[in-house]
């Protein structure tokens, strides 16, 4: 179950535990985020577009935290695709996904696993013939941000400005056409394979 985005809380829980997670220390966060906020450029009272992946790389710990909330996806029980954006702004959502697909190969997952990377594509991947994604959306005033933005210059009259989603409007495009072909044949193979195996397994029983 995913939980409100809070930097002081877990992000996630199961059957009411709290899962393991990176958190970052206090001092730490404030001056991550004085850093992105000391770069982006005032114009007309507003600050330039923020990439969050950058705010979430600065924040994942080191490698022993990491591990230790690393998604054991190699307990996952069939073949797993991962669509990614090459600029994803939001987070740094190819760089996960090939961690992810290390970890799998280095635990002998028994499936097809694949990772289709999507160049000129930010955060979010649509739908083919519907409108694409806008570049930036704005920066929402959440419990998380509300406790970092009083200690920004201004505090709490700071403006929060926007983020950037990433991705290029043909880029978002050419990929959700890409990435909808891509998981109808992925499904298809893995579910022929799935139906395969247990037929066959039934023809053992007998």
């Known amino acids: 179950r995913a939980r409100a985005v809070d930097p002081d809380s877990a992000p996630w829980t199961y059957r009411g535990e709290v899962l393991p997670y990176v958190r970052p220390r206090t001092g730490d966060r404030l001056r991550r985020y004085r850093a992105v906020w000391r770069m982006q450029s005032e ?29 054991p996806v190699e307990r996952i029980g069939g073949p797993i695709l991962f669509i990614t954006g090459e600029d994803d702004q939001m987070v740094p959502s190819t760089d996960m996904a ?35 994604p806008p570049e930036l959306v704005p920066v929402k005033a959440t419990p998380g941000i509300a406790k970092i933005i009083k ?34 044949d992925f499904l298809g193979q893995a579910l022929s394979s799935s139906d395969r195996s247990v037929g066959e397994s039934r023809a053992t029983d007998r």
Do not use: F, Y
């Open 151 to 184: 200690h920004l210059p201004g505090g709490n009259e700071a403006p929060l400005g926007h983020k950037r989603i990433g991705g290029t409007p043909e880029g978002c495009a050419r990929a959700a056409r890409l990435a909808w072909r891509q998981t109808l």
């Open 43 to 71: 114009t007309k009272g507003a600050l330039s577009p923020v990439s969050q992946a950058r705010l979430v790389e600065l924040g994942l710990g080191d490698p022993a935290e990491r591990e230790a909330a690393a998604i």
């Open 98 to 132: 090939e961690a992810a697909m290390a970890r799998l190969a280095r635990e002998g997952h028994p499936w097809p696993d694949r990772h289709l990377r999507l160049p000129d594509t930010g955060h979010v991947i649509g739908l083919p013939n519907l409108p694409v």
